[in-house]
């Protein structure tokens, strides 16, 4: 059965940075899509980074240069570097899946059929 366990959310100042890690289970995220929602104290969902099989990357505006995801193949684990955080990154972060493999890159919540239960960010000016 999938399982993705998100972790390394944390209350911090602005300006320092984090390193969000999902850890997969019965799911072997080398040959698909996933990538990293927050959902923002005003309820906005918005996908902030995504990476497909090949490794190739896709970030939102807001986040492009300042967040990096990768994954640990071996390890079976996505992770999210977020540097200079911001107040606005406040949110909670949650990962996801797509159920089929492919090369497509998407930050559209529905390309995604599997969910963590999410980690809390919380940026301090």
């Known amino acids: 059965q999938l399982k993705l366990v998100e972790s390394g959310g944390d209350s911090v100042q602005a300006g320092v940075s984090l390193t969000l890690s999902c850890v997969a289970s019965g799911y072997i995220i080398e040959s698909t899509s996933m990538v990293w929602f927050r959902q923002t104290p005003g309820n906005l969902c918005e996908g902030v980074a995504a990476?497909?099989?090949?490794?190739?990357?896709l970030y939102d505006d807001s986040v492009r240069g300042r967040f990096t995801i990768s994954r640990d193949n071996a390890k079976n684990i996505l992770y999210l570097q977020m540097d200079s955080l911001k107040p606005e990154d406040t949110g909670l972060y949650s990962c996801?899946?797509?159920?089929?493999?492919?090369?497509?890159?998407?930050?559209?919540?529905?390309?995604?059929?599997?969910w963590g239960q999410g980690t809390q960010v919380t940026v301090s000016s």
């Open positions: 990476i497909n099989k090949d490794d190739e990357t």
């Open positions: 996801g899946a797509a159920e089929y493999s492919g090369s497509w890159l998407s930050l559209r919540f529905h390309s995604y059929s599997y």
